[in-house]
């Protein structure tokens, strides 16, 4: 499978419908500045959220972290030319109700806190038993407009981190740099072999 027709199924699979080039303009046109970069869509709060959690979850190790692909700078242009009104709307209601989460915790606001402190309140949320994690994936798969009152804070909590976390892994293995460096990567793969057993593949393909 080529590069743009793997980008194009992951964006399916996310439940976009946009065009392969446009996502291809958003990787490429990152700023390689990892900290100070003139936001879109986010505001400074949002800013700092998402560039932590991002490290947080893809962080630098013997290979590239998310933060060496501008994986903060790709989801803030993400959320301002593919996500809908709505969507974006839920992200900043999520970003709010984790910054007052984490301003409960801490006594702090969250643009004052560090990596530690945020990953310790990001963990909170996904070191759950198989029985929670199953009961919040089943409950975001509910309409926004049939969740209760008493359960819409952390409904759209959830749904925040789980587009942030989302996007980062998007962001991260469509990245120019991973594709080429970290995955398997041929720009001339040359003869079509249709049976070759699934050892002799070894890492995974970007092209």
Not at 86 to 103: D, S, T
Not at 175 to 194: A, F, Q, R
Request: glycine share 6%; with cysteine; aromatic share 12%.
């Amino acid at each position: 499978m080529d590069r743009r027709t793997a980008l194009k199924n992951l964006t399916l699979s996310f439940g976009y419908v946009v065009s392969t080039p446009t996502i291809m303009g958003l990787l490429s046109s990152c700023t390689n500045d990892e900290i100070i970069w003139k936001t879109e869509f986010l505001s400074d709060q949002e800013k700092h959220i998402v560039y932590h959690l991002a490290e947080i979850i893809l962080p630098v190790s013997d290979i590239p972290g998310s933060l060496d692909v501008n994986v903060p700078q790709f989801i803030d242009k993400m959320l301002k030319y593919v996500e809908t009104d709505v969507k974006q709307i839920n992200f900043q209601k999520g970003a709010a109700i984790f910054g007052e989460r984490f301003r409960e915790k801490f006594g702090k606001k969250i643009v004052r806190g560090d990596k530690e402190e945020i990953q310790k309140l990001f963990t909170v949320y996904f070191e759950l038993s198989k029985d929670e994690t199953n009961r919040v994936i089943d409950e975001q798969n509910i309409p926004e407009n049939e969740i209760s009152k008493d359960k819409k804070d952390q409904y759209l909590m959830y749904r925040f981190l789980f587009l942030v976390r989302n996007y980062t892994l998007f962001g991260y293995y469509t990245s120019e740099k991973i594709g080429e460096e970290v995955l398997s990567y041929d720009p001339n793969p040359g003869k079509y072999e249709g049976c070759v057993p699934l050892k002799d593949i070894g890492n995974a393909w970007s092209l």
